[in-house]
């Protein structure tokens, strides 16, 4: 048994710290509030702000853990470094998460290190600043927070007239203490891929197969696996996941995002963790679903392959309004249909958009994919969050 922190408890930390229970893991969840998701399954606890470097190592230092496995990106990463000079393992590598938490880090590993191709991109750290980033690279383009998640602060810029609109959005959206933002010229592509790339410590990295994706308001709202791609495209793209991977380091699950265009696959972005849009793999479309092969790679448990078992795709249920005491109905619905699943997230609170869960549908591998991503929709559109 290992003693793991995990820092980030949301629903994706949640799935993880099962995973761990399964093999018989110690987990501390850490978040900002109390009753965060993956507080409700974890042996103990802690409420801190993970961007107080003190308060940060005040945890470390008490429970002195084998494992850290960062889940989000407001986390003063810096810290890692440390961490793992005192002999403890971060997840995937201090360098990883430190890189990947900031998305000006990674993009110029994956840009100018490496020379993956990439949209073309400035930042920005003033509204006069983006003003002159979108006129070098062009509209439309996309606005992202260097540090956010689930798509908050990220907005398109149609004309002149957004910019303005798309600081303040990326401000508001800003997780963290880092006030700029990633201006990306549009990429004009077909679809968009989640790739998790499994890196081990003694063994090859390993792909799942890949995952598509929808996204509204920069967030996920249906994935499904397997996603369309041609052999040529993928074998690109895993060329890619490893490269910018390996020089991460470490032993892991990362969640790596890819547009599919007609002039061939743009790296997008890395997550150093299990991805939201594998969600899909909880319908066991995979031999082991995301949380598992993360756990395994950690622990260097061998993972022998990667099979797919099934077509799957998720769907999330969202929030509409903002509540102390959220509460569900129409699970019956969802529980009376065939080859489908839900999973409740069990976040104490709701607020517009808010992900409170996903539905999950699967069928053979005959099953045409645009079936099951359907299914997935209209069974999830079943289940109202109740203020």
């Given at each position: 048994?290992?003693?793991?922190?995990?820092?980030?408890?949301?629903?994706?930390?949640k799935e993880?710290v099962?995973?761990?229970?399964?093999?018989?893991?110690?987990?501390?969840?850490v978040?900002s509030?109390?009753?965060a998701?993956?507080?409700?399954?974890?042996?103990?606890?802690?409420?801190?702000?993970m961007?107080?470097?003190?308060?940060?190592?005040?945890?470390?230092?008490?429970?002195?853990?084998?494992?850290?496995?960062?889940e989000?990106?407001?986390?003063?990463?810096?810290?890692f470094y440390?961490?793992?000079?005192q002999?403890?393992?971060?997840?995937?590598?201090?360098?990883?998460?430190n890189?990947?938490?900031n998305?000006?880090?990674?993009?110029?590993?994956?840009?100018?290190?490496?020379?993956?191709?990439?949209?073309?991109?400035r930042?920005a750290?003033?509204?006069?600043e983006?003003?002159?980033a979108?006129?070098?690279?062009?509209i439309?383009?996309?606005v992202?927070?260097l540090?956010?998640?689930?798509?908050k602060?990220?907005?398109?810029?149609?004309?002149?007239?957004?910019?303005?609109?798309?600081?303040?959005?990326?401000?508001e959206?800003?997780?963290g203490?880092?006030?700029?933002?990633i201006?990306?010229a549009?990429?004009?592509?077909?679809?968009?891929?989640?790739?998790?790339?499994?890196?081990?410590?003694?063994a090859?990295?390993?792909?799942?197969?890949?995952?598509?994706?929808?996204?509204?308001?920069?967030?996920?709202q249906?994935?499904?696996?397997p996603a369309?791609?041609?052999?040529?495209?993928l074998?690109?793209a895993?060329?890619?996941?490893?490269?910018?991977?390996?020089?991460?380091?470490g032993?892991g699950l990362?969640?790596?995002?890819?547009?599919?265009?007609?002039?061939g696959?743009?790296?997008s972005?890395?997550?150093?963790?299990?991805?939201?849009?594998?969600?899909?793999?909880?319908?066991n479309t995979?031999?082991?679903?995301?949380f598992?092969?993360?756990?395994?790679?950690i622990?260097s448990l061998?993972?022998?392959e990667?099979?797919?078992?099934?077509n799957?795709?998720?769907?999330?249920?969202?929030a509409?309004?903002?509540?102390?005491?959220p509460?569900?109905?129409?699970?019956?619905l969802?529980?009376g249909?065939?080859?489908?699943?839900?999973?409740?997230?069990?976040?104490p609170?709701?607020?517009?958009?808010?992900?409170m869960g996903?539905?999950?549908?699967?069928?053979?591998?005959e099953?045409?994919i645009?079936?099951i991503?359907?299914?997935a929709?209209?069974t999830?559109?079943?289940?109202?969050?109740?203020a």
């Open positions: 048994m290992k003693k793991i922190v995990l820092l980030g408890s949301g629903e994706l930390g993880f099962i995973a761990a229970q399964r093999l018989g893991q110690y987990v501390i969840a978040d509030y109390e009753n998701p993956a507080m409700q399954v974890a042996q103990e606890f802690e409420v801190i702000n961007l107080d470097g003190n308060a940060l190592d005040k945890i470390i230092a008490k429970h002195n853990p084998d494992f850290i496995v960062p989000i990106e407001a986390i003063r990463t810096e810290r440390d961490y793992e000079k002999g403890i393992k971060v997840v995937p590598s201090a360098k990883a998460a890189f990947t938490m998305r000006k880090a990674i993009r110029d590993l994956a840009a100018k290190d490496l020379g993956l191709k990439t949209a073309n991109y930042y750290t003033t509204a006069e983006l003003q002159k979108v006129a070098e690279v062009g439309p383009c996309v992202k927070p540090m956010s998640s689930s798509g602060g990220q907005s398109t810029i149609k004309t002149e007239e957004d910019i303005e609109k798309a600081w303040k959005y990326a401000v959206g800003s997780r203490d880092v006030i700029e933002v201006v990306e549009f990429v004009n592509f077909n679809s968009e891929i989640t790739l998790l790339t499994v890196t081990q410590n003694s090859p990295t390993l792909f799942c197969p890949p995952i598509g994706h929808r996204q509204e308001r920069g967030d996920y249906e994935s499904w696996q369309h791609i041609s052999p040529s495209q074998k690109e895993q060329e890619m996941a490893a490269k910018v991977t390996e020089a991460l380091g032993a990362f969640g790596v995002e890819f547009f599919l265009a007609n002039d696959v743009y790296f972005e890395l997550s150093p963790r299990p991805h939201d849009t594998g969600m899909v793999t909880l319908a995979q031999n082991f679903n995301e598992e092969l993360h756990l395994r790679a622990l061998p993972i022998e990667i099979t797919l078992e099934r799957g795709a998720s769907a999330v249920i969202l509409s309004e903002n509540s102390e005491k509460t569900f109905s129409g699970i019956e969802v529980a249909k065939s080859k489908t699943d839900l999973r409740l997230f069990g976040k609170t709701s607020r517009p958009y808010r992900r996903v539905v999950l549908s699967y069928d053979s591998t099953t045409p645009e079936e991503v359907e299914k929709k209209a999830a559109q079943l289940i109202k969050v109740n």
